[in-house]
């Protein structure tokens, strides 16, 4: 094994850890790749196992481009990194609150 592949694993490896700890559910790592990358979001079946998504993310993604992406998310205005299904979640909610569709009057008040 090169040098050079050995450097690319281990990148890999680092990124693989630092995503299980920023994004630590499957819906957190799903939410992540179709803000960021929506052209590996597309890539994922029904039934794939959360492994198997990070796999292809890591294959598919530059170690330091995936880096720069979390880095991101750590640095957004509302502090400490939000989990990103977290603010998927508010967004859709205040888009359906400024619809004013699709949301009961029992859901607007929870």
Aim: aromatic residues 6%.
């Amino acid at each position: 094994m090169s040098a050079l592949a050995r450097r690319i694993g281990d990148l890999r490896g680092a990124a693989r850890q630092r995503l299980e700890r920023t994004l630590p559910t499957g819906a957190d790592g799903a939410a992540f790749v179709t803000h960021y990358f929506p052209h590996i979001r597309a890539c994922f079946g029904d039934g794939m196992y959360r492994t198997q998504k990070l796999n292809l993310l890591l294959e598919r993604v530059d170690p330091d481009e995936l880096e720069a992406r979390l880095e991101s998310g750590e640095k957004h205005p509302d502090g400490p990194l939000m989990r990103t299904c977290d603010r998927h979640i508010i967004l859709r909610w205040s888009q359906l609150q400024n619809l004013g569709h699709g949301v009961s009057p029992d859901e607007r008040t929870r």
